[in-house]
């Protein structure tokens, strides 16, 4: 029985991986047509695992390896009734999965042609853009918020990290939503009390610590929130909106200094103007330079 599995093996080896091999040896473009081949592949089965990985899927693509293995060794094994069963309920089963996951491969068919397909692949929309959709709609949340006059405060990272003021309040790493920044400051829930954090087009973390501006920095009507809109923005070059609880007006510390009362389209302009430009302006310095690299 060994000496027989043995020769299958030597002869599965010598018929299909040494002659394979030969045929590379031969032919170097069909080596190179593999790398890209195996490139591909592997590539696909990642991200397959990325998106079965946390899903009703998952379970179920773990028995399907235990099966394909299992029909190999029957093969090598030359057992050929078990072989005739498993490669049976293969065959159907490919049918069987699609009737049960016809709404995953819907949605997934759905995604060609869209720029969710470019997600897919792990191709991010450009930063300029992506970044002008966040500003929009952080302004939306913050005059949803002013109409209710629920108290909020919104903080902007730039260039200067303050991993320290994210690592005070609850990690999130969520997507930019006016919903979601919305229900975060609604009174008396757990994360309404302290404040926002955006960092790297994400909602780092909720209920930060935020260091508060002396009293001579802020006039003596204001609160918490707008002493520490200005501690923030005057200790690092972040830009903080603030949402007045008790008249709801919406105000916007840069520098150091506040500016109250800010209107929805100024707001627009003025977190553009800080955000936007300053990313064009360093694509631009960026591209300068990769230039004169190349002309040297």
């Given at each position: 029985m060994i000496n027989k599995l043995n020769l299958t093996l030597y002869n599965f080896y010598e018929q299909n991986i040494l002659g394979y091999i030969n045929s590379l040896i031969e032919n170097p473009f069909k080596l190179l047509a593999l790398i890209v081949d195996i490139t591909i592949v592997v590539f696909l089965i990642l991200q397959l695992l990325k998106i079965v990985k946390y899903s009703r899927a998952w379970n179920l693509l773990k028995g399907i390896l235990l099966l394909i293995v299992a029909t190999g060794l029957s093969s090598i094994l030359q057992l050929n009734i078990l072989n005739y069963i498993l490669t049976s309920v293969m065959t159907y089963g490919v049918l069987v999965l699609i009737v049960i996951f016809q709404p995953e491969l819907r949605r997934a068919l759905e995604q060609l042609g869209t720029?969710?397909?470019?997600?897919?692949?792990?191709?991010?929309?450009?930063?300029?853009?992506?970044?002008k959709e966040d500003i929009y709609r952080i302004?939306?949340?913050?005059y949803e918020l002013s109409k209710s006059k629920t108290g909020a405060l919104i903080v902007i990272e730039r260039d200067i990290q303050i991993k320290d003021i994210i690592q005070t309040g609850i990690q999130m790493n969520s997507e930019i939503s006016p919903q979601l920044l919305v229900n975060i400051f609604v009174p008396n829930t757990p994360l309404h009390d302290g404040a926002v954090i955006i960092s790297n087009n994400k909602i780092a973390a909720a209920a930060c610590m935020l260091p508060l501006a002396g009293d001579n920095d802020i006039a003596k009507e204001l609160g918490t929130?707008?002493?520490?809109?200005i501690g923030i923005s005057k200790e690092t070059d972040s830009i903080a909106i603030v949402v007045s609880e008790e008249t709801g007006k919406v105000s916007v510390a840069k520098d150091g200094t506040l500016i109250a009362d800010v209107k929805?389209?100024?707001?627009?302009?003025?977190?553009i103007k800080n955000i936007i430009s300053k990313i064009e302006h360093q694509n631009n310095s960026k591209n300068k330079f990769d230039k004169k690299v190349e002309n040297k």
């Open positions: 720029n969710k397909l470019t997600h897919f692949f792990g191709i991010d929309k450009d930063i300029v853009a992506k970044t302004v939306i949340a913050a929130r707008h002493r520490a809109a929805e389209e100024a707001l627009k302009k003025i977190l």
